[in-house]
C-alpha cells in the first residue's frame, strides 16, 4: 500500500476515533487499515494514535499530521481534476445529508444530474437529527433552521418562508382562527428536536421581533413527517416551510391560517469541512443543489 492510501486510511480512522470504523466505510479489512498506519508511524518515526480497548485517539504529533493530510488530500484531489473540464470526467462518490422534505424535492432531479455526470455514485442520508459532518464523512450537508458554531463552512442558500396550517377537518371541528386571541380555543402539535422538551407555542413576528403565543397541544413530535402526517389527520395547527406544503395547499388538504401572523422564516445553508480546496466533485454538486433549491427560497 501507498503512502497517500495509508494516508487516506489514517484520516478516517482519526476521524471516526476507530479502525472498525474506518475499515467499514473504506470497504476494507479491519487488519489491513491497521497496518496502513502502523507502516505510516513507522515511516515518519512518531506513534500518531494513541489506541486502547475502548478507543482510538490521536497524538500531539497525529493531530498536527491529520491536519497536513486533509490539505494534502484535498490539494491533490484539486491538482487531479485540473485538467478534467468534460462533466463525463468528474468522478468519485457523493456524501450527502438533508432531511426528508428536501429529499423529496431534490430526488426528482437527481437522474438528469447524474446523466450529466455518469462517474458520480451519490449516498443521500435523510434524518432529522444533526449528522456529525467530519465523524461520518459527509462531503457536505444541507441544514434548515439556525445553525450552531462550529468549524464547518457555511454557505447560506436563502431561506423557507414558514406558513400556519390546519386541515380541513381540524377547521371544521374547531372554527378558523382570526386573531391570535382566537388560539386559546385551538390546538398546536410541537415539534421539538428532542422529545421531553416543550416548544415556547405559536410563533409569530412583530416587526423584528419573535413573540410566542403558548398552546395547548395533543401531539409533540420530533419528525418532520410525524409533523405533517399529525395536521393531515387533524390534530392541531403547524407552521412549516411553504415549499413542503404546496401541494397538499394545492390539493386542499391543508389550508393557511392567519396568513398576518408568520413565525420567522427558516435560513438554509449548505456545510462542509473546513478545506483550502474544494473537489470538484463537491463544488459541482452544491452549484447543481443551489439551482435546485432557488425556486423554493426567498433571499436571505
Known amino acids: ?67 497536513r493530510c486533509k490539505d494534502l488530500l484535498a490539494d491533490m484531489d484539486e491538482l487531479a481534476g485540473m485538467f478534467q473540464q468534460a462533466p463525463q470526467s468528474i468522478s468519485g462518490r457523493l456524501r450527502v445529508d438533508m432531511n426528508g422534505s428536501i429529499a423529496r424535492r431534490v430526488i426528482p432531479r437527481l437522474p438528469q444530474f447524474l446523466r450529466e455526470h455518469p462517474q458520480l455514485q451519490v449516498e443521500l442520508s435523510c434524518t432529522d437529527r444533526r449528522v456529525d459532518v467530519v465523524g461520518e464523512g459527509f462531503d457536505c450537508v444541507l441544514r434548515v433552521g439556525n445553525l450552531e458554531d462550529s468549524s464547518l463552512v457555511v454557505r447560506p ?49 412583530e416587526g423584528t421581533q419573535c413573540r410566542y403565543v403558548p398552546m395547548q397541544g395533543v401531539l409533540t413530535v420530533n419528525s418532520i413527517d410525524a409533523y405533517q402526517e399529525g395536521c393531515l389527520a387533524g390534530m392541531g395547527i403547524i407552521q412549516a416551510p411553504r415549499a413542503g406544503l404546496v401541494h397538499l395547499l394545492e390539493q386542499g388538504r391543508l389550508v393557511e391560517v392567519l396568513p398576518q401572523y408568520r413565525a420567522e422564516p427558516m435560513p438554509v445553508s449548505l456545510l462542509y469541512a473546513q478545506r483550502r480546496n474544494l473537489s470538484a466533485r463537491v463544488h459541482i454538486f452544491m452549484e447543481w443543489l443551489k439551482d435546485v433549491m432557488a425556486p423554493y427560497l426567498d433571499p436571505v
Open 1 to 67: 500500500m501507498n503512502r497517500i492510501e495509508a494516508m487516506h486510511i489514517f484520516v478516517r480512522v482519526a476521524e471516526l476515533a476507530s479502525f472498525t470504523k474506518a475499515a467499514d466505510h473504506l470497504g476494507l479489512p479491519k487488519a489491513s487499515a491497521s497496518t496502513a498506519v502502523q507502516q505510516l508511524e513507522a515511516q515518519l518515526g512518531t506513534q500518531l494514535l494513541h489506541r486502547t480497548t475502548r478507543k482510538v485517539q490521536m497524538t500531539q504529533d497525529g493531530l498536527r499530521f491529520y491536519e
Open 157 to 205: 442558500l436563502g431561506q423557507f418562508p414558514i406558513i400556519n396550517c390546519a386541515s380541513p377537518a381540524y377547521l371544521e371541528e374547531h372554527g378558523v382562527p382570526r386573531e391570535l386571541d382566537d388560539l386559546v380555543q385551538h390546538r398546536l402539535i410541537h415539534y421539538v428536536p428532542t422529545l421531553g422538551r416543550r416548544s415556547p407555542g405559536f410563533e409569530y413576528l
